[in-house]
């Protein structure tokens, strides 16, 4: 595995994600995948302890077209993984493999929609549990419970950016050997409510702008992208150390 800094945040290169990746739940290491694309690390700057989640994670991949063509101009021949092409790989072989899976995030019955989904899919899958992710602190509770108890193998949570990663970080101790994903909007696509870029877009490094279409009113935090070439542009003309 090769690290890589962007603005300070390391981004791990490794030619095989999902082998990496099923090695771990195999063995029950516990692992937090943080799916890192420019936005965040605009976050991560102004958020310590987000920029804190994403230092401490085990694996930290390209999710973002932002982060790939800027590692790209610095010499590395690097290819993006987008986060929810990842994880479903994951989760095709935990079903397969009986693995515990734990479902987290997106509004009340989008989880429930993925779930039957998958359980048409893989009929052997084992979804140990699932909860909306817009929960009082008493739901909660009962949520780590449940984590605690059920002791699942792989953690996904979609909580969007950063309260997943803080979410991952302040309770995966319940579930010490588990992978935890923080998955951010995919239970939406996954449960079909919203649809991703046709591969024009994402081929040409425009998911952006079809989510823009999909979604305008996110078009303030689309700020952050030109953000980040600017950011990324005066720190590469740092002399370095
Ligand atoms: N979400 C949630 N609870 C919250 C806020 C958001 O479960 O309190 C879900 C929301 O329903 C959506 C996902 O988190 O499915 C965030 O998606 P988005 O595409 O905004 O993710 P991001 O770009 O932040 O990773």
């Given amino acids: 595995m090769?690290?890589?800094?962007?603005?300070?945040?390391?981004v791990h290169i490794h030619e095989n994600y999902r082998d990496w990746l099923a090695q771990r739940l195999q063995t029950n290491q516990g692992t937090h995948v943080v799916t890192i694309n420019a936005e965040m690390t605009m976050q991560a700057r102004k958020n310590p302890a987000l920029a804190n989640v994403i230092k401490q994670a085990e694996l930290v991949v390209p999710d973002g077209s932002g982060i790939v063509l800027y590692l790209r101009s610095q010499g590395e021949k690097i290819d993006r993984c987008p986060g929810i092409e990842l994880s479903e790989q994951i989760?095709?072989?935990?079903?397969?493999?009986?693995?515990?899976i734990f479902l987290i995030g997106?509004?009340?019955?989008?989880?429930?929609?993925?779930?039957?989904?998958?359980?048409?899919?893989?009929?052997?899958?084992?979804?140990?549990?699932m909860h909306h992710g817009y929960f009082d602190a008493a739901i909660e509770q009962q949520i780590c419970e449940q984590l605690q108890s059920s002791?699942?193998?792989?953690?996904?949570?979609?909580?969007?950016?950063?309260?997943?990663?803080?979410?991952?970080?302040?309770?995966?101790?319940?579930?010490?050997?588990?992978?935890?994903?923080?998955?951010?909007?995919?239970?939406?696509?996954?449960?079909?409510?919203?649809?991703?870029?046709?591969?024009?877009?994402?081929?040409?490094?425009?998911?952006?702008?079809?989510?823009?279409?999909?979604?305008?009113?996110?078009?303030?935090?689309?700020?952050?992208?030109?953000?980040?070439?600017?950011?990324?542009?005066?720190?590469?003309?740092?002399?370095?150390k």
């Fill in 106 to 129: 997106g509004a009340p019955k989008v989880v429930d929609t993925v779930a039957e989904i998958w359980r048409n899919k893989w009929t052997d899958i084992a979804i140990a549990g």
């Fill in 151 to 240: 002791q699942p193998n792989l953690i996904l949570v979609g909580l969007g950016v950063p309260r997943q990663e803080l979410w991952i970080q302040k309770y995966r101790y319940l579930c010490p050997n588990a992978v935890w994903i923080g998955v951010g909007g995919s239970f939406d696509i996954w449960s079909e409510l919203k649809t991703r870029a046709p591969e024009w877009f994402s081929k040409n490094h425009l998911e952006w702008l079809y989510r823009l279409y999909q979604e305008p009113w996110r078009w303030k935090r689309m700020l952050s992208l030109p953000h980040f070439v600017w950011c990324v542009t005066i720190d590469s003309l740092k002399p370095k």
């Fill in 2 to 10: 090769r690290q890589f800094s962007v603005l300070g945040l390391p």
């Fill in 91 to 100: 989760v095709q072989i935990a079903a397969e493999k009986q693995w515990r």
